[in-house]
């Protein structure tokens, strides 16, 4: 199982092609997290005008994956981590922390995404970059 982070998916759905690939290579494998959900709707409903085109192909594209879910203790986990990242001076952001945590505890450790710098940081995960 491969985990789309949000800069994948909004790639893919924006039809990049280097994103479109990757997503093709890793198709039957591929799963998100609640949290990159969140951000990507987010994305579509904050701005001024809405786009139901967009929205209603990223509720079809969501359809098609794995969604995974938050888990007991992975609120702990990600503080834990991020905690221990930001006394070393490696900050990344909360959201990042939050799906990799989600990630690993769901038993997915590869996350395809551009963010290589944030999730590279985090022990467990191997980071596929596009």
Do not use: W
């Not at 093709?24 to 987010?42: H, M, P, Q, R, S």
Request: charged fraction near 30%.
């Amino acid at each position: 199982m491969i985990c789309l982070d949000t800069t994948a998916i909004i790639d893919f759905l924006n039809g990049r092609d280097e994103a479109v690939s990757a997503v093709k290579k890793y198709k039957g494998e591929l799963a998100t997290t609640e949290i990159n959900v969140f951000e990507t709707f987010f994305g579509i409903y904050v701005k001024r005008t809405l786009s139901e085109k967009e929205e209603n192909s990223a509720k079809e594209f969501f359809d098609s994956l794995d969604i995974l879910p938050m888990k007991k203790s992975s609120g702990s986990l990600a503080a834990k981590i991020l905690s221990q990242l930001a006394r070393k001076g490696d900050v990344i952001g909360q959201n990042d922390c939050m799906t990799a945590t989600i990630m690993l505890k769901n038993g997915c450790d590869k996350i395809l995404t551009k963010n290589k710098k944030h999730f590279s940081k985090i022990k467990g995960l191997k980071v596929v970059s596009y």
